[in-house]
C-alpha cells in the first residue's frame, strides 16, 4: 500500500489536466488509488492530497461521503447485494440471506480468507432484472440461490477474471487523447468565487474565512492547462 | 386493448449487434443530427429544441430549451450531463449509456453547440462501471471520427468532452450536489433559488445540466424537426418517454412509448408491455413515478401517463419509474425500505431531512416487526409533517434540496390506503405477509 506508482503518476498528472480547476479531478484520483491498492490507504490519500493541493483530511473528508470509497482494505471481491424496493419485491432479501450463510459474514463482512466482501446496496439500476447484484461493480441480474452458488464457485475458481476486474479497477477504458480544442477554461477574473457549501457569492464573501479558502481555490488554475 | 406504435426515438438501437460501437451507430444513421445542427446556426438549433418542448427527463419535468434560455451571459459555459441515475427503481439512463452512448454524445455536442458551451463534463453514476467504459470508448471513436474535439466536421466548432466518474452518493443525481461533486466536494446541494446552474453552475460559471435520455432525444430532433416530435405526445408532455417499469409485472423493463397517450393499465397489462401482475395475482397498488411519488391504487389505472394527469391525481411522473405491489406485498415493508433509502442517503445537511429521516425508518421498521403501537401512526405522520409541513403534493419544503420532502410520501400513502395493514401488524406481533417470494429461475 503506497503511493502512486510512477505509471499512475502519470495517469494522475493526465486525468489533472482534463479540468479547469484541479480539485475536480478528486473522484478520478480517489479511483486511481483504489484500482492501485483495493481500497484507499493513507499514504495514497496523502499523495492526492499532495496532488491536489489540498491537506490529507480535506480529501479523506470528501471520499467518506461517497459509498465506493473503502478507507479500509476489502476483500479481492466486492459483492454488492440491491435490497431496494424493486429488489426486495423479488426477493432480494432471502437472496442475501442466502449469501450471507453462504459466505458466514453479514453485510459490511469480509470473509476470513479475505475473498469476499458482502454490502446491502441501494438501487443499483438494473430493475429489470431483479433481485440483482454487483461483483466489482460488474453486474449480474436475475439472481437466485443457485445463480450466487455457481457465481460464487466461478469467482473462487478464478473463472471470472476478464469479466471481473479487482475490486478498485472501474473504467478499464483509458482516454485515448487529452483535451483538443482549447486548454480548460476555469472561471476567470470575471468568474464569481464558488459557493462552498449552498448560498450566493455574497454570503461566502460575508464570510473572511471562507473567502480566503474560495479564492486559492479559483487562483489555483491548473498549469498545465494555463 | 391497443398500444399507440409511436417511432423509438431514444431506444431505436437497442439490442442491434454491438449497438454501443460508431460502426453500428454510423450504420444507422449516427450524428447526422449533429451535422445538421452545425449547418445552422446556435440559436437556431436552440429555436428548434424549444418549439420541440423537450421536457426535463430526469424527473422535475424542466423544459430543456427554455433551461438553455436562462443562461447567464457569462464565460465560459459548461454542459454537464447528469448520468448519476440513482432513484430507486429508474433503470433507463443506465440502459442508454451502455447501449447507445454516441447517441448520448451526439446530444450533448448539440446541446453544446446551441448553448455555446466551452467543455462538456459526462458525470456517470460511479457504480455502472459497464456504461463509463462504454461512454469513454464511444468518446474515443467520437475523438478519432472527428465529431469531438477540434473542428468538428469542419464547422470551426469546437469543443471537449470529459467522462466523469461518480463514486456512489444518491444525493449526487441532484444537479447542484452533482456540480459540487464534480468540484471534487462532497456532494452536499446548493441552495436554490436564488442562483441555478444556469446563473451559478460549475465553479460559479454559467452551466446547463440536462440528463441522459434528455440529451438522447436531440439527434432525432434535430433530424426529424420539431413537428415530427410535437406530433408524439399530447399538452405539454411531447415526444416520447421510456418507463422503467419494476416490481411484480411478468415483463419488467424498459418500454419506450408516446408520451402522454398511455394508462397505467395499458402500461402494466397490455401483453407487449408489462404483460400483467405476476403468477396471475391481484394489483394491490403501484408507485408511479419513482420512490418520491405518492402511491396510486387499482382505482387509479386508468390515469393517463403524463405530467399533468398524474400532477392532478396527486402524484408526479417523475423520472418515470412506475414499480408494481401485488395483493402479497407487504406495504409496510415496502414503505418503510423507501424510508430506509432515505436515511441512508441523506447528506446531513439540513436537520428536518437528516434527524428526520432516521427517526422515521426507525418507527417504520418497529411497525413492520410487529414491536409497533397504534399511537406511532400518528407520531410517524408528526414526524413526517415536521418533515414536509401539511403533507400536500405536490409537497412543501423545509430543506435544501427536495431529497427532505421525498421521505413522507410512501409513508403516508401506505397509512392512508393500508391502515387495516399496519393495524394487522401491530395486532398480530409481526407481519402478516409471506416473506419476499425469491422466484428461482430455471436454467439451463
Not at chain 2, 423520472?319 to 401485488?326: E, H, Y
Request: charged share 20%; with cysteine; glycine share 12%.
Amino acid at each position: 500500500m503506497a503511493r502512486l506508482t510512477p505509471e499512475n503518476l502519470t495517469r494522475a498528472h493526465e486525468l489533472i489536466a482534463l479540468y479547469p480547476l484541479r480539485r475536480s479531478a478528486m473522484l478520478p484520483l480517489l479511483h486511481l488509488v483504489q484500482e492501485q491498492d483495493g481500497y484507499l490507504s493513507p499514504e495514497g490519500i496523502e499523495h492526492v492530497a499532495e496532488l491536489l493541493g489540498l491537506e490529507p483530511a480535506e480529501v479523506r473528508g470528501t471520499a467518506s461521503f461517497y459509498d465506493m470509497f473503502h478507507l479500509e482494505p476489502v476483500g479481492k471481491y466486492v459483492v454488492a447485494v440491491c435490497t431496494n424496493i424493486a429488489c426486495m419485491l423479488a426477493g432480494a432479501y432471502e437472496l442475501l440471506e442466502h449469501i450471507e450463510q453462504s459466505l458466514g459474514v453479514p453485510p459490511g463482512g469480509t470473509t476470513p480468507d479475505g475473498t469476499f466482501t458482502l454490502e446491502e446496496a441501494e438501487c443499483l439500476a438494473l430493475c429489470g432484472n431483479a433481485p440483482c447484484l454487483t461483483v466489482n461493480w460488474r453486474f449480474f441480474g436475475d439472481m437466485d440461490r443457485g445463480a450466487w452458488d455457481s457465481l460464487a464457485e466461478d469467482l473462487r475458481a478464478g473463472r471470472l477474471e476478464a469479466e471481473v476486474p479487482p475490486h478498485g479497477a472501474l473504467c478499464r477504458v483509458r482516454r485515448s487523447v487529452g483535451l483538443m480544442a482549447k486548454p480548460p477554461v476555469g472561471p476567470g477574473p470575471a468568474g464569481r468565487p464558488v459557493p462552498a457549501r449552498g448560498g450566493g457569492a455574497e454570503v461566502e464573501l460575508a464570510n473572511s474565512k471562507t473567502t480566503s479558502a474560495v479564492s486559492s481555490t479559483v487562483l489555483e488554475h491548473n498549469e498545465e492547462g494555463a | 386493448m391497443t398500444v399507440t406504435q409511436a417511432p423509438r426515438v431514444v431506444t431505436a438501437h437497442f439490442g442491434l449487434d454491438r449497438s454501443w460501437t460508431l460502426q453500428s451507430y454510423l450504420a444507422h444513421g449516427g450524428y447526422q443530427g449533429l451535422r445538421k445542427a452545425l449547418g445552422m446556426g446556435p440559436e437556431e438549433v436552440h429555436q428548434v429544441v424549444l418549439a420541440a418542448s423537450l421536457l426535463g427527463r430526469g424527473g422535475a419535468g424542466f423544459d430543456a430549451g427554455r433551461k438553455w434560455g436562462m443562461l447567464r451571459k457569462a464565460k465560459p459555459v459548461y454542459l454537464v450531463v447528469n448520468g448519476d441515475e440513482s432513484e430507486p427503481a429508474t433503470f433507463k439512463d443506465h440502459a442508454l449509456m451502455e447501449a447507445d452512448p454516441h447517441q448520448l454524445i451526439e446530444g450533448a455536442l448539440i446541446c453544446a453547440y446551441a448553448i455555446g458551451a466551452d467543455q462538456v463534463f459526462i458525470y456517470v453514476r460511479g457504480e455502472m462501471a459497464l456504461a463509463q467504459e462504454r461512454v469513454q470508448a464511444a468518446l474515443n471513436e467520437a475523438y478519432e471520427h472527428g465529431a469531438v474535439g477540434r473542428d468538428i466536421f469542419g464547422s470551426g466548432f469546437s469543443v471537449d468532452i470529459v467522462v466523469h466518474p461518480g463514486a456512489g452518493a444518491y444525493i449526487c443525481g441532484d444537479e447542484t450536489a452533482l456540480l459540487e461533486s464534480l468540484e471534487g466536494k462532497r456532494g452536499y446541494p446548493r441552495i436554490k433559488p436564488p442562483y441555478y446552474p444556469a446563473v451559478i453552475g460549475l465553479y460559479g460559471a454559467p452551466t446547463v445540466v440536462n440528463n441522459v435520455e434528455t440529451l438522447s432525444n436531440l439527434p432525432w430532433v434535430l433530424l426529424n424537426g420539431a413537428d415530427a416530435f410535437c406530433a408524439l405526445g399530447e399538452g405539454t408532455s411531447r415526444g416520447t418517454k421510456i418507463l422503467a417499469l419494476s416490481g411484480r409485472v411478468q415483463r419488467p423493463g424498459n418500454y419506450e412509448v408516446e408520451f402522454a397517450k398511455l394508462t397505467f393499465r395499458e402500461l402494466i397489462y397490455d401483453r407487449s408491455l408489462g404483460g400483467g401482475v405476476r403468477d396471475g395475482k391481484a394489483l394491490k397498488a403501484f408507485i408511479p413515478g419513482g420512490v418520491s411519488s405518492p402511491w396510486f391504487g387499482p382505482d387509479q389505472l386508468d390515469i393517463t401517463l403524463a405530467n399533468s394527469a398524474i400532477a392532478q391525481a396527486g402524484s408526479m411522473a417523475g423520472s418515470g419509474a412506475v414499480t408494481v405491489m401485488d395483493e402479497d406485498t407487504c406495504a409496510v415493508r415496502a414503505a418503510w425500505r423507501i424510508s430506509r433509502f432515505y436515511h441512508r442517503e441523506s447528506c446531513g445537511q439540513c436537520t428536518p431531512c437528516r434527524e428526520g429521516s432516521g427517526w422515521v425508518e426507525k418507527i417504520m421498521r418497529r411497525l413492520e416487526d410487529g414491536h409497533g403501537r397504534e399511537a406511532d401512526l400518528d407520531l410517524v405522520l408528526d414526524v413526517c409533517d415536521n418533515i414536509s409541513p401539511g403533507l400536500v403534493w405536490p409537497p412543501a419544503q423545509t430543506t435544501i434540496c427536495p431529497l427532505g420532502p421525498s421521505i413522507p410520501p410512501s409513508v403516508a400513502s401506505s397509512i392512508r390506503m393500508f391502515r387495516d395493514e399496519y393495524l394487522a401488524h401491530i395486532r398480530e406481533g409481526g407481519c402478516p405477509f409471506p416473506p419476499d417470494r425469491l422466484r428461482e429461475h430455471a436454467r439451463a
